[in-house]
């Protein structure tokens, strides 16, 4: 029979992951899965010592991949969305008119407005980075404005739709966790929210007013760009249907998987049916993803190409998820170890002692969402075990259910993809080119909402009471017991 962990077991084994994370992987650059497994290895001799056997840490480590297994998928199939949208000219087209119409100076202020626009109506985080954002990067490049500074407003822009649309799963995810209805969450995530992204609107227009001008890329290259992208695609409104098959089945909550396909099929024909490509480079191209050497039209030399032509284009294919899905699945062999052995129970159960105020309450929640972030770079695991956990301690302070699930996703939802080695900050890092360390400081919105919500917390402003005596509160508490 297994024991409860006690401090010590609980907490080590964190500890040694955050030690190997940020020495092996933040000082020596070594490679974060190996790193991973040894914090794991250390997680489960903890658990052998509580008395688990191995098939109970195999049982928690399945349970773990089996809750990631969705967006693993998904993620997959943004790896071909990407390829057939480059091949059949969609995003080539995007990064052609953004280098013609964006001014340098608003790229970073323009690539969060857009970021946060189409993931609103997606319901996507992912998505969105994955479509326009790498187009947003390819403008960004050809403008010579800064890459991590882009990177971080589109992962932030993303993030403020991941956080507020009704379509996406973290936004019903977080009420239901916490006990509270769908759109009152999201009226009420507005207190952190909103100021959050006006400040990071402001700072975003600021620097891009003081952007110096030789960042700004020379006319000649940008020119030659231009004249390159149009020598090997022909143009067309029909490649603006792929995303538009997203954005309908997004506004008709249809499944994800299946409309990323769909649109990634209607992508390869038009790949074929107006670009000209072969079969066996639009097979290619959702494999090992899009290459100028593809590009097969007349007077078109692709060993001629610019090497800012090729950053932009030679991208996507289901093998550059790679690393995304061998990190993922490291970190959930960790995960599905300590939360098996009860380690993460006890972190939170300790975090409870320091409550006394509305203020230290959602200091508890928002380090309790970071540490589950830090541990299981899972955002869905973030919003889950803290709300559950603190489901009725909120109710007992009487405080509305709507104050702990915008904290869950002040705290959860967002911080994941600053963390270098969550499946989220993975994926950001491969899909817009920019070490997850390097974009995190620009992505402001993902950082300034939980510390709205702390600020609110202590202040009592935006704070949602229960109404009603605690006498009464107590009464319904029996009656639900009952």
């Known amino acids: ?42 997680a489960g001799i903890i658990a052998v010592r509580l008395g688990l056997k191995w098939n109970d840490m195999l049982e928690g480590i399945q349970e773990k991949i089996k809750q990631a297994m969705p967006a693993i998928l998904i993620l997959i199939s943004i790896g071909i969305l990407i390829g057939t949208w480059m091949i059949s000219g969609t995003i080539p087209m995007m990064i052609y008119y953004g280098l013609r119409i964006i001014d340098p100076t608003f790229i970073i202020f323009i690539s969060f407005v857009v970021a946060a ?146 649109s990634s099929f209607v992508a390869a024909l038009l790949a074929k049916l107006l670009q000209g490509f072969s079969a066996e480079n639009i097979f290619a191209s959702t494999v090992s993803g899009f290459n100028v050497e593809m590009v097969n039209q007349p007077g078109f030399n692709p060993e001629g190409v610019i090497w800012e032509v090729t950053r932009l284009v030679n991208q996507g294919g289901m093998e550059s998820m790679t690393g995304v899905v061998l990190i993922a699945f490291s970190a959930f062999v960790f995960a599905g170890i300590i939360t098996k052995s009860g380690s993460l129970e006890v972190i939170i159960n300790a975090l409870m002692k320091i409550v006394k105020r509305t203020g230290d309450l959602v200091l508890s929640t928002v380090l309790s969402c970071i540490t589950m972030a830090l541990v299981t770079g899972n955002s869905y695991l973030s919003i889950i075990v803290p709300g559950e956990i603190y489901k009725d301690t909120y109710k007992d302070k009487r405080l509305h259910a709507k104050n702990l699930s915008r904290t869950l996703e002040d705290s959860g939802t967002v911080v994941v993809p600053l963390i270098p080695w969550s499946s989220a900050g993975v994926f950001m890092a491969g899909t817009l080119g920019v070490p997850t360390l390097s974009y995190a400081p620009w992505a402001i919105l993902c950082y300034i909402g939980f510390i709205f919500a702390i600020i609110l917390g202590y202040t009592g402003i935006g704070i949602a009471k229960l109404g009603g005596p605690p006498e009464q509160l107590e009464e319904e508490k029996e009656i639900k017991a009952q």
């Open 1 to 42: 029979m297994a024991r409860r962990p006690n401090m010590f077991e609980a907490f080590s084994p964190i500890v040694v992951m955050l030690l190997l994370l940020a020495i092996g992987y933040g000082v020596f650059g070594f490679a974060p899965e190996p790193l991973l497994i040894l914090a794991s290895v250390y």
């Open 117 to 262: 626009i189409i993931s609103v109506v997606t319901g996507t985080s992912w998505g969105s980075v994955g479509t326009v954002g790498v187009a947003l990067m390819g403008i960004a490049t050809g403008l010579g404005a800064s890459l991590p500074a882009t990177a971080g407003a589109i992962v932030a822009g993303a993030y403020f739709g991941d956080k507020l649309s009704p379509l996406s799963d973290t936004t019903n995810l977080a009420p239901i966790a916490a006990g509270s209805e769908l759109y009152e969450h999201i009226k009420h995530m507005l207190w952190t929210t909103f100021p959050a992204a006006i400040i990071s609107m402001i700072i975003y227009f600021v620097v891009g007013l003081n952007l110096s001008s030789p960042e700004v890329a020379a006319p000649e290259t940008m020119n030659s760009m231009l004249e390159t992208l149009s020598q090997m695609f022909d143009f067309s409104l029909w490649l603006l249907l792929p995303p538009a098959i997203v954005l309908y089945g997004s506004f008709r909550k249809k499944p994800t998987l299946p409309v990323i396909i769909i």
